[in-house]
């Protein structure tokens, strides 16, 4: 007798893809800031060449808490540029009106109501777990996998392996939605499928090929 095969695990990136696109969302923080978008850009990426990361490494893992980081690149903006900035409560001005990308979000409802298995896989601070949370919670979701809870992140190999077996999927049998290039080249060299996100229905008709399935559309509203 034989069985149909399993649907593939559908693993989503949280921002960029559950949300707005972060450059988007760095133009408004950078404004809200008073801070250069150059400037706040290198600030973060010397921080991260410091501690032999990039950017966003020292937080997603993490190597400092998110108010010491946050010093660090006043520091690295104060030195480099002469700017004077003030980036405390960093995390909660950058969600502030951040909102979820609901047709994302009703694409993978979709998927799973049809069957799939839906993890989200992301590169996330331990601080910013609850913001995401406000945005989308866990119910969303079979399984989370976070950066900050494994020890490793996107694109390295460990990451994808976890998450392979959470799902208990072969690599083969799982894809990867990502708005990264670097995560998505990452998750192919790990045996995944992936898909590169630039939008809700650009991703969803790229997965549903995956699937075998038509691309679930979201309900209009009223």
Not at 131 to 136: A, K, L, T, Y
Not at 152 to 166: D, L, M, N, S, V
Request: contains cysteine.
């Amino acid at each position: 007798m034989t069985h149909a095969p399993r649907p593939l695990a559908v693993w989503t990136d949280f921002g960029g893809v559950l949300t707005p696109p972060v450059d988007v969302t760095f133009r408004e923080f950078s404004t809200r800031a008073n801070v250069p978008l150059h400037a706040l850009k290198e600030a973060m990426r010397l921080v991260g060449e410091a501690h032999g990361t990039d950017s966003m490494g020292v937080l997603d893992t993490p190597m400092l808490d998110e108010e010491s980081w946050s010093r660090e690149v006043e520091a690295a903006l104060a030195g480099t540029f002469g700017v004077d900035a003030d980036l405390s409560r960093f995390g909660e001005r950058w969600f502030a009106g951040r909102p979820a990308n609901a047709d994302w979000k009703a694409r993978l409802e979709g998927f799973r109501a049809a069957g799939a298995f839906i993890g989200l896989l992301s590169n996330l601070p331990p601080s910013w777990e609850r913001h995401r949370r406000f945005m989308i919670d866990d119910s969303h979701f079979d399984d989370i996998v976070c950066s900050y809870a494994v020890g490793c992140r996107k694109p390295e190999p460990e990451i994808f392996r976890i998450a392979a077996a959470r799902a208990d999927r072969a690599p083969h049998e799982c894809v990867l939605v990502d708005d990264v290039e670097k995560n998505v080249v990452g998750a192919a060299a790990a045996g995944w499928h992936a898909v590169l996100f630039h939008d809700a229905a650009q991703a969803a008709g790229q997965v549903a090929a995956l699937l075998g399935s038509a691309a679930p559309v979201p309900a209009r509203s009223a």
